[in-house]
């Protein structure tokens, strides 16, 4: 009976420390209340349970991951806050004149190297966003991100697996452009500029083809959610499906990156994608390293930023270690513009935003701070 009445209590001071911190992280993420965004579409409730979820969910992962949050870089980024209003957040985007002629702070970027490493440990270093035949072995099991359970690494996914990272080695770039798709890139006319780089990523398998005149054609490295599989290819279920996924994938002449072991419902999904585009022998694929990815993201969460991480943001915070200088287009969460025209979730569509989890509005701040720090550019207006 003892027994029995302890149980219960642990339970009740369980669910009790949940609901605390349930409370405690309700805060509202639209940092532009006047603004239209596309940031957080999920409850504050819902956001809130899944933040419980996820935090008791990696405890799983047994690691113990740090955020160097004493370093004065990442300090001096949480502080930065974007104007309360409309006009004067524009109005500042407007005045803002340095894009053209932003020379990155290499002090500064130095710093960020050295803090970010040290705080997110071996496992949160660029070299370490791939499975490869190096940090993981036939037979192994890893653990899903968002969902319970594992999954095992057969010898034939193995053997999918590059021996080596792509950026073994601390392979450094003089010029990365990462891309982004919002709306806000539709007649911008940055193809020319966008494709004048030594890296170029790209997410989520964006439709290039029509669109080369304001996106550009060349990708070294293209994400690829899982979910967009399942929504846009069919599930990759049935021939013609097939036929159009691999078509797909000729648009882009590098890897392509799959978060494959976010969740247990997409896993299949993902390993089928994989080996149908091996089978073509034309287009490499690589899957996250999940522990990587949870790495960086408890580094920005120790430093106030609770929300998921979208897949931009991961990829931005990384590969600043590698590159040297680093330019962002197509990174926009409202829907609208200085002048306040309609923007587009998409360039590529006129497709509305699905539920999602993540705080865009906190992420394009920090952005922002980042491109005031001249560690980045942030192009949101056309181009010459």
């Keep these: 009976m003892s027994l029995h009445r302890t149980k219960i209590s642990v339970i009740f001071m369980i669910a009790i420390i949940c609901c605390v911190w349930l409370v405690l992280h309700m805060e509202s993420y639209h940092i532009q209340p006047?603004?239209?965004?596309?940031?957080?579409?999920?409850?504050?409730?819902?956001?809130?349970?899944?933040?419980v979820f996820l935090t008791l969910n990696n405890y799983r992962f047994?690691?113990?991951?740090?955020?160097?949050?004493?370093?004065?870089?990442m300090k001096s980024l949480m502080k930065y806050s974007l104007p309360k209003t409309r006009a004067d957040f524009f109005a500042l985007l407007l005045n803002d004149t340095s894009t053209a002629s932003q020379k990155t702070n290499?002090?500064?970027?130095?710093?960020?190297?050295?803090?970010?490493?040290?705080?997110?440990?071996?496992?949160?270093?660029?070299?370490?966003?791939?499975?490869?035949?190096?940090?993981?072995?036939?037979?192994?099991?890893?653990?899903?991100?968002?969902?319970?359970?594992?999954?095992?690494?057969?010898?034939?996914?193995?053997?999918?697996?590059?021996?080596?990272?792509?950026?073994?080695?601390?392979?450094r770039y003089k010029k990365c452009n990462i891309i982004g798709n919002s709306g806000i890139l539709f007649n911008s006319k940055c193809?020319?500029?966008?494709?004048?780089?030594?890296?170029?990523?790209?997410?989520?398998?964006?439709?290039?083809?029509?669109?080369?005149?304001?996106?550009?054609?060349h990708t070294d490295l293209v994400t690829a959610n899982p979910s967009i599989f399942r929504e846009r290819f069919d599930s990759i279920s049935t021939d013609a499906s097939k036929r159009e996924f691999l078509q797909t994938l000729t648009n882009y002449d590098g890897v392509v990156w799959v978060p494959a072991l976010s969740v247990s419902a997409t896993w299949r999904l993902s390993v089928q994608a994989a080996n149908l585009a091996a089978s073509q022998d034309k287009t490499k694929v690589a899957f996250g390293y999940p522990e990587n990815f949870l790495a960086v993201w408890h580094m920005w969460k120790a430093l106030g930023h609770q929300t998921?991480?979208?897949?931009?943001?991961?990829?931005?915070?990384?590969?600043?270690?590698i590159c040297e200088e680093t330019h962002l287009y197509g990174f926009w969460p409202f829907a609208?513009?200085?002048?306040?025209?309609?923007?587009?979730?998409?360039?590529?569509?006129?497709?509305?935003?699905?539920?999602?989890?993540?705080?865009?509005?906190?992420?394009?701040?920090?952005?922002?701070?980042?491109?005031?720090?001249?560690?980045?550019?942030l192009h949101v207006g056309p181009c010459s």
């Design 34 to 51: 006047e603004i239209k965004s596309y940031s957080a579409r999920g409850s504050r409730w819902q956001q809130g349970l899944r933040n």
């Design 191 to 217: 193809g020319k500029q966008i494709d004048d780089a030594d890296f170029i990523l790209r997410c989520n398998l964006p439709i290039l083809k029509g669109f080369e005149d304001d996106v550009g054609i």
């Design 308 to 321: 998921q991480i979208t897949t931009g943001f991961y990829m931005t915070t990384s590969l600043l270690n």
């Design 62 to 73: 047994d690691r113990n991951y740090h955020a160097a949050t004493d370093g004065y870089l």
């Design 106 to 171: 290499r002090t500064l970027l130095l710093k960020y190297r050295e803090e970010f490493i040290e705080g997110s440990t071996t496992v949160g270093l660029p070299q370490n966003m791939f499975c490869t035949k190096e940090n993981t072995n036939i037979d192994q099991t890893l653990g899903f991100l968002y969902s319970l359970g594992s999954a095992k690494i057969t010898q034939d996914l193995w053997n999918l697996f590059p021996q080596t990272s792509l950026f073994k080695d601390k392979r």
């Design 336 to 377: 609208e513009t200085a002048d306040g025209a309609h923007v587009p979730y998409h360039y590529y569509d006129s497709d509305s935003p699905t539920l999602h989890y993540h705080d865009s509005d906190n992420e394009f701040k920090i952005l922002w701070a980042l491109h005031q720090l001249n560690l980045l550019t």
